[in-house]
Structure formats: C-alpha cells, structure tokens
Nanobody, 115 residues
Framework: QVQLVESGGGLVQPGGSLRLSCAAS????????MGWYRQAPGKQRELVAR???????NYAGSVKGRFTISRDNAKNTVYLQMTSLKPADTAVYYC?????????WGQGTQVTVSS
C-alpha cells in the first residue's frame, strides 16, 4: 500500500502563487508517474500536470506557462508550483501516483483563488 499526504492548499488572491506538495510513503519500489489533477464544483476531474520517469512532463493547456511540476525522487515527493493564479484555478487538487501497476490518490487539498 502507498499513502499520499498533500499540503499547501489555501486561499490566494488572483495573480498570487501557491506551492502544493505530495509525499508518498509505504510499499514503494519505484514510482513511474507522479501528477496533479483537479476537480472544480460540478466539473469532472482533469489532469493538471504529470511527470514520468521516461516521457518527462506534460501540462494541461490552461496552466502551461503558469504552473511547474517537479519531483524529488529521493523523497518520493512531487510539487506543483502555481503562479499567476486565476479564479478559474479554484478546485480541489489531488495528487496521483502510479507505481507497481496501481494508481493511488491523495485526499485532496482545496485551492481557492478569490479577491
């Protein structure tokens, strides 16, 4: 089993920045992919950004140039640096990890962008 602990969400004004973190622990041999998804009220969960061991990073078009995903393999941690935040970025952000053929999800952290 793999446990994911997220942190870093909160309330921020438009144009502001936040950094999300997600630390994985448990029965981990190697992690192929780590990523962030988000779900706004009344909408489907969508990919925000993802980083894999072989294909690198990919981003949703709506966040390209504003968000940066990175991972620390030694700490089994993935980060999402979010800048120039917009009200449309308001959502619950979920960490996702793919390892040993299984996807794992974090509990979610709320990000609210509002003045």
């Amino acid at each position: 089993q793999v446990q994911l602990v997220e942190s870093g969400g909160g309330l921020v004004q438009p144009g502001g920045s936040l950094r999300l973190s997600c630390a994985a622990s448990g029965s981990i041999f190697s992690i192929y992919a780590m990523g962030w998804y988000r779900q706004a009220p009344g909408k489907q969960r969508e990919l925000v950004a993802r980083v894999t061991t072989d294909t690198g990073t990919n981003y949703a078009g709506s966040v390209k140039g504003r968000f940066t995903i990175s991972r620390d393999n030694a700490k089994n941690t993935v980060y999402l640096q979010m800048t120039s935040l917009k009200p449309a970025d308001t959502a619950v952000y979920y960490c996702n990890v793919f390892t040993a053929g299984t996807y794992y999800w974090g509990q979610g952290t709320q990000v609210t962008v509002s003045s």
